[in-house]
Each structure stands twice: as structure tokens, then as C-alpha cells.
């Protein structure tokens, strides 16, 4: 049977990525931004901290603040 080194299988973890569809969708810079400020770890829902790099968690979460303020703004209208 074949052995599998736990550190390995995690390093592939860790590199598993795929886009967030949260920044996606809603991102209208989305498409600009540098392919890793793109995904999320493919093993995580499309939240801010599942971002594999710092910028994409500060857009992910200037896109949730941005919803929040024009949804703020509709109810006060
Ligand atoms: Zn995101």
C-alpha cells in the first residue's frame, strides 16, 4: 500500500484553489486583479478568509462593506 506523506497531501491542499464566487459575481474589478488575489482554498466556502493572499481578503471584504453601505442606504430611501 501506497504511503502518503501527511505534510505532502497538505501542501496540495493548501495549492487547491478555485475562484471566489463572491468577488466574482460582485467584484466589478474582478477580472483585474492578479490571479492569485482571485481564489479562494478550494476546501473553503467564498468568505473573505478562505483568500489565499492579503489583498484578495481587503478586496473580498470592500466588496461585503460596499453591499452593506448601499443596502443601508436603500432602507434609509
Ligand atoms: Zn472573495
Redesign the pocket.
Known sequence: MEHIDPVEKKRFEIRASRP?E??KELDPQFPHRHPLDQV?SASRK?T?SA?LTED?YV??RI?ELTRLASRAARNVA
Do not use: D, I, N, Y
Open positions: 471566489c463572491f468577488c479562494v467564498s473573505a483568500h484578495g478586496r473580498h466588496v
